[in-house]
């Protein structure tokens, strides 16, 4: 009964599972309808990404949050909706920022079509996420415009680079919170506000959501790495040979060990050529600053579970819980 649940949820509670698949089930139906135009075109494209699949993370984290509340009220799977569509949007801009060629194992819409398509299909996303979130009142919107102000400013600050004298790593740490942390932490608060669930809950569940959001993506990096096949939905070694400085890098190259001095030297280079690539992504793996990455990934998970000591016990909470686990585990 609750197959298909990503982090580990097929394991809760029975009853929470079944609702949680129920509502997400709810949430594919409301998204497909959302995203249909009635321009062929544009339906083409802004169910592009929605066909390609997904594991719907952050609608999920609505309907747990939900749980606080009441799971069945209307404005959840709405809710839930708003936040998987911005997050959608900003699959489209990102692709064409870093000229990806596939997502989610389909051609990206910027290499389907072109990226003036992409970027246009993006912005007709968030006006949609727009307009079901002025459904859901006033304090939804501005939620939901700060944290696009917080996405914005995160791929802004990737995009720039550390000022002179930060921390790489620190820098790194707050674009994260910035591009991922930001909405995640979004997903939970607002599927506890529109549960009706007290507001010193959605404050607890929203605290967790952004420090998740950060151990999920410091996972997602690290299996990048150390996975020997895509199960990060992308081929191994992406992001090096792309030029993209993750927080096992960062570490690399700040580290004086003399033993990973032939690392630091590929590192500080392009890794388009194959064996250069390959030599790295060798090196890297086994070097101590993935053990350091993963120690900081831990951290950030443990800090995530602290937040929900203010939460009642209950099979939501033993769920969240669940899921800093899994986090860790996963790129283990």
Same mark, same amino acid.
Request: glycine letters at 8%; aromatic letters at 4%.
């Given at each position: 009964?609750?197959?298909? &649940? ?17 509502? $997400? ?5 409301? $998204? ?9 075109? #544009? /339906? ?5 990404? #929605? ?12 309907? #747990? ?10 404005? @959840? ?5 708003? #936040?998987? &569509? ?27 079509? /072109? ?20 459904? $859901? *009142?006033?304090?939804?919107?501005? &939620? ?10 995160? +791929? ?19 674009? =994260? ?10 997903? *939970? ?11 010193? @809950? ?14 999920? +993506?410091?996972? /997602? ?44 030297? &590929? ?29 900081? =990934? ?9 937040? =929900? ?10 769920? =969240? ?5 899994? @986090?860790? /585990?996963?790129?283990?």
């Amino acid at each position: 009964m609750s197959e298909g &649940l990503p982090f580990g949820l097929s394991h809760v509670d029975p009853e929470l599972a079944e609702r949680l698949r129920t509502g $997400l089930d709810d949430v594919e139906v409301a $998204l497909r309808a959302a995203v249909a135009s009635d321009y062929p075109f #544009v /339906d083409e494209t802004a169910s592009h990404l #929605v066909n390609a699949g997904g594991k719907r993370f952050r609608p999920l984290l609505a309907l #747990v949050a939900a749980q606080y509340g009441d799971p069945a009220a209307a404005g @959840v799977v709405p809710a839930a909706v708003v #936040v998987e &569509l911005t997050h959608l949007a900003t699959l489209y801009h990102d692709d064409v920022m870093d000229e990806a060629r596939l997502r989610r194992g389909a051609p990206s819409a910027n290499a389907r079509w /072109d990226n003036t398509v992409a970027i246009l299909t993006g912005d007709f996303l968030f006006a949609r996420a727009a307009d079901i979130a002025a459904d $859901l *009142g006033t304090e939804i919107v501005r &939620l939901q415009a700060r944290t696009f102000e917080r996405l914005c400013t995160g +791929q802004i600050r990737e995009t720039v680079g550390p000022a002179a004298g930060e921390d790489p790593v620190e820098h790194h740490l707050d674009v =994260l919170a910035g591009k991922t942390g930001s909405l995640i932490a979004l997903a *939970g608060r607002m599927g506890a506000m529109t549960s009706g669930a007290p507001a010193h @809950v959605a404050d607890a569940v929203a605290a967790y959501g952004e420090k998740f959001g950060v151990a999920f +993506q410091l996972s /997602d990096d690290l299996l990048d790495i150390a996975s020997e096949s895509a199960e990060s939905g992308k081929t191994p070694g992406t992001d090096l040979r792309e030029g993209i400085r993750t927080l096992p890098v960062l570490l690399a190259l700040r580290s004086s060990d003399p033993s990973a001095a032939r690392l630091r030297e &590929l590192l500080s280079g392009p890794l388009t050529d194959d064996d250069r690539h390959a030599e790295a992504l060798g090196l890297l793996r086994t070097s101590p600053a993935m053990a350091e990455a993963r120690e900081v =990934l831990v951290s950030w998970a443990e800090s995530a579970r602290a937040e =929900l000591a203010g939460l009642p016990p209950g099979n939501g909470t033993e769920a =969240l819980s669940m899921m800093c686990d899994v @986090v860790v /585990d996963r790129s283990a």
